[in-house]
């Protein structure tokens, strides 16, 4: 699985573990993923959480299969400016159609900042095109 470009790249996520039982990953705090008051977005830190649930999602799934983010729910804790955030991705479980990991996100001393729980859908991937 290529880890580089799209949002991801975008937003500056950096990859730093990915196994069965836990992917990490890290992501800057820089004007670019502040909302209008200043302070982290929301939409980046829940951006971040289904980025990391999906890489490590896909870890589970049988060949011949993707797993597509399906529902994410967010709590936003403690504001940030600045620096990185970091992230920390666990199955709560994983089906053979249907994952759920829990993903905690924190600052540079480990205070929590936000927590999802980003449900995926494992489906065949189809390789043709379709006409929309």
């Known amino acids: 699985m290529d880890l580089e470009g799209g949002l ?14 836990r992917a ?3 992501m800057p705090v820089s ?8 302070f982290l977005h929301g939409g980046a830190s829940v951006a971040l959480a289904e980025h990391l649930a999906s890489f490590a999602a896909h870890l589970h799934v049988p060949e011949g299969h993707v797993a597509f983010g399906l529902e994410i729910n ?3 804790l403690r504001k940030k400016r600045s620096g990185e955030v970091y992230a920390e991705a666990r199955p709560l479980r ?10 905690e996100i924190t600052d540079e001393e480990g205070r ?18 379709k006409e929309a």
């Open 31 to 38: 004007p670019a993923h502040l909302q209008p008051l200043g």
């Open 74 to 76: 967010a709590s936003h």
């Open 112 to 129: 929590l900042v936000s927590v999802a729980r980003v449900t995926l859908a494992v489906v065949p991937l189809d390789t043709r095109e």
């Open 8 to 21: 991801g790249q975008t937003l500056g996520i950096e990859i730093l573990e990915l196994s069965e039982e």
């Open 94 to 103: 994983i089906g053979r159609r249907i994952q759920v990991w829990r993903v």
């Open 24 to 26: 990490r990953a890290r």
